[in-house]
């Protein structure tokens, strides 16, 4: 069996999805992907089942809030691993901060039910089709997701603090 290389993996992700990847780079030779939010269900699926590539391990499941990027406020990020042939791949969604909604991948894999909640949990990212979405280390009071960093970092009312010595 020949190795399997980052060209090889974009070939083929290319040729079976065309123009669903957006963008790809190499960050110190781990490939990454841009795919469009509604093609990442099919895509992963593909890449668990296909012959080839052979990607049958989640490694991770995350988020990461870019409040700057209007429309694209939340990454969600996907490291799917290739034990035979040693090749990991991230694949990469935005999402906007109105409708941060993207499709489960529980179906595909067992692992992605944790990781999925705890990204609803930090980000609230919406798992279409989860069966469990619901807070896994938060307070189910909490009406915020913490790693969006919409909340006060300090409480303004308090005055035992004088601003003159912190900068402000």
């Keep these: 069996m020949s190795k399997l290389?980052?060209?090889t993996v974009l070939t083929r992700l290319q040729d079976k999805f065309g123009d669903a990847i957006l963008k790809y780079e190499e960050p110190y030779g781990f490939l990454t992907i841009e795919v469009p939010a509604e093609k990442t269900h099919n895509l992963i699926s593909w890449l668990k089942t296909d012959e080839v590539l052979k990607m049958s391990f989640l490694t991770l499941l995350g988020a990461v809030h870019y409040p700057n990027d209007?429309?694209?406020e939340i990454c969600v990020n996907y490291h799917?691993?290739?034990?035979?042939?040693?090749?990991r791949l991230r694949i990469r969604?935005?999402?906007?901060i109105e409708n941060p909604a993207i499709q489960s991948i529980t179906d595909i894999y067992m692992g992605a039910n944790w990781l999925e909640r705890e990204t609803y949990d930090f980000f609230g990212v919406i798992f279409e089709g989860h069966p469990n979405l619901t807070r896994i280390l938060n307070e189910d009071s909490m009406d915020y997701f913490p790693m969006r960093k919409q909340y006060h970092?300090?409480?303004a009312t308090r005055e035992d603090k004088d601003d003159r010595y912190f900068g402000r």
């Design 70 to 72: 209007k429309g694209r």
């Design 5 to 7: 290389t980052n060209e």
């Design 153 to 155: 970092l300090e409480d």
């Design 93 to 96: 969604a935005f999402l906007p």
């Design 80 to 87: 799917i691993h290739s034990f035979i042939h040693n090749v």
